[in-house]
């Protein structure tokens, strides 16, 4: 199976990365699945976003907006999400898009990144990707770079624009 754990060295046990469901329209005494919605929402704020401002009181709106991306997520021990990744299939060539990591702070430093991160690439792989995107700030550039992505541009705040070419032929 494709999502299911993570090696990291500094850990006891595997973190386990898992999908969270954007295409079923909400039901809106689901609760539990607003709650993800919301946090996977204030993750996207550790990294600039607020263009969800206007519907956060709104579930379908807010899931509407989050529908067309693959989110992956880990979660703690009482099952609150305290990581998370998009990944898009730009439908164009085999070109995969990885976005919005981020990871709650005092989460930091446990390997949650890493295990997104990977579980993102093995999903774009399992979707036959050849080449994978991502639009990486300072602190995730090294990340990206120990799994094989190559700076292709930096702009003056450092942040780059990262490629992965996947070769089919061992990945397959
Ligand atoms: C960047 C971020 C996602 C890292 O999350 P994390 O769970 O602490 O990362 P991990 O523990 O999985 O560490 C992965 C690797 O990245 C490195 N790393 C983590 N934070 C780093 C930082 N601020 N600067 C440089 N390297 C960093 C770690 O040393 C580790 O390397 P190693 O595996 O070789 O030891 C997290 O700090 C975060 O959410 N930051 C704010 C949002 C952000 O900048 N997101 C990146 C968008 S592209």
Redesign the pocket.
């Known amino acids: 199976m494709l999502l299911e754990k993570s090696n990291i060295a500094e850990f006891d046990a595997p973190t386990v990365v898992s999908k969270v469901d954007m295409k079923a329209p909400m039901d809106p005494y689901d609760h539990a699945r607003y709650d993800d919605l919301l946090k996977i929402d204030k993750l996207w704020r550790?990294?600039g976003n607020t263009h969800t401002d206007f519907v956060l009181d709104n579930p379908e709106t807010l899931r509407s907006v989050m529908d067309g991306l693959d989110y992956l997520v880990v979660r703690d021990d009482s099952n609150q999400i305290v990581?998370a990744i998009s990944v898009l299939d730009c439908k164009r060539g085999g070109l995969f898009k990885i976005d919005s990591?981020?990871?709650d702070p005092p989460?930091?430093?446990?390997?949650?990144?890493?295990?997104l991160a990977r579980g993102a690439i093995e999903l774009c792989v399992d979707r036959r990707a050849k080449e994978i995107f991502?639009?990486?700030?300072?602190?995730?550039q090294?990340?990206f770079s120990?799994l094989g992505f190559e700076v292709y541009e930096t702009n003056d705040d450092g942040d780059a624009s990262m490629f992965l070419e996947i070769d089919r032929k061992t990945a397959a």
């Open positions: 550790l990294i990581g990591l981020a990871v989460e930091r430093g446990k390997g949650y990144a890493r295990a991502t639009w990486a700030l300072p602190a995730s090294p990340l120990s």
